[in-house]
């Protein structure tokens, strides 16, 4: 158990410009999550992947974010036209079942400035 | 949807005390809810978990209390040090796609 990791683990980057993080989850996980952690509160989710499905979304992930997860490994959150208010620590999480019984794994996530 | 409310938001303390950090849930349908750890710079790290069937959880100096009918449960931390300064989430899961956590509490122990 490797557990999860996150690349890059900061970024910053300009007002309009577009961004892509990445995150590898423990391998044998098929569940992978992104969230989303502003300052002083606590993890708020984005996104969920059962195997390369896309299966929810969050009314926070606006027309602006895509996420992919291709072969049902590896995932990436893309964010275009970035605004100040995406400035965050996005964070990605694997786990071996649904979460009505089975914990999150964090990575230690992808901090964003937008300037 | 899941409601969760933690507090309180910030907590400090002496070595060698106990701390308390107790969180509410509204959705009666929950039946796990687990504890994270966040240590500056790190994403949240699973500490403790408990699931409906039990009332109680213990792992060495922390524990968990979970009171169904109330709606809400605990983390108390035993014998504390200087290493268990963190902020602390609970968390409840919204149905079986999503977990909600709190807002999260700061503890400090001062030696």
């Known amino acids: 158990d490797t557990g999860v990791s996150q690349d890059p683990r900061h970024k910053i980057t300009k007002r309009g410009q577009n961004v892509t993080f990445r995150c590898d989850p423990i391998?044998?996980?098929?569940?992978l999550y992104w969230y989303r952690q502003t300052l002083g509160q606590g993890p708020e989710f984005l996104t969920y992947?059962?195997?390369?499905?896309?299966?929810?979304k969050s009314r926070l992930l606006s027309d602006r974010f895509s996420a992919e997860r291709p072969k049902g490994s590896f995932s990436t959150l893309e964010i275009q036209r970035t605004e100040q208010g995406d400035s965050a620590m996005y964070l990605c999480?694997?786990?071996?079942?649904?979460?009505?019984?089975?914990?999150?794994?964090f990575g230690n996530g992808t901090r964003l400035t937008v300037t | 949807g899941e409601n969760v409310e933690q507090h309180p938001s910030t907590l400090s303390v002496q070595e060698g005390d106990s701390a308390v950090i107790k969180c509410t849930y509204s959705?009666?349908?929950?039946?796990?809810f687990p504890w994270y750890k966040q240590e500056l710079g790190k994403g949240p790290q699973l500490i403790i978990d408990i699931r409906s069937n039990v009332g109680e959880k213990k792992d060495q100096r922390i524990a968990v209390t979970l009171n169904k009918t109330a709606k809400h449960f605990s983390l108390h931390i035993t014998e504390t040090q200087p290493e268990d300064s963190a902020v602390y989430f609970c968390?409840?899961?919204?149905?079986?796609?999503?977990?909600?956590f709190g807002a999260g509490t700061r503890l400090t122990v001062k030696p």
């Open positions: 992947f059962q195997n390369e499905a896309q299966l929810e």
């Open positions: 999480a694997s786990s071996p079942g649904p979460l009505g019984n089975s914990p999150l794994h």
């Open positions: 968390a409840a899961p919204d149905g079986y796609n999503d977990m909600r």
């Open positions: 959705d009666s349908a929950s039946n796990y």
């Open positions: 391998s044998e996980h098929n569940r």
